[in-house]
């Protein structure tokens, strides 16, 4: 094969490939990503407790173990804000201590 017949085949190959590229980038990017179909999440009023709790013991515990590294968590309860302040608080300190503990 010489050098003009090579030349050639590859300016066709590639203007071949410019022109088709666009379309398979368009169709790629035209599919939903997955994970973002819209949900309907209805939260039993237990559960917002439990999520409150969570949230107010994980800042309780982080800020524990940011302040003096020692847990200071006290006696649980039945109730789902209980639960979700245990849970939470657990988490917490262990991120706390994990960043300023160390």
Known sequence: MNASHWKRSVVLVS???LAFAPVGLQQASAAPPIGTH??????????????????DG???????????????????????????Y???YSAGFARGEARYCQ
């Open 15 to 17: 203007s071949f490939l």
């Open 58 to 84: 994980f800042r309780a515990g982080y800020a524990d173990a940011r302040n003096d590294c020692s847990s200071s968590l006290g006696a649980n309860s039945d109730s789902s804000y209980a639960r979700g």
């Open 86 to 88: 245990s849970a939470g």
């Open 38 to 55: 819209a949900k309907v999440v209805t939260v039993a009023p237990a559960d917002r407790d439990y999520q409150r709790g969570y949230r």
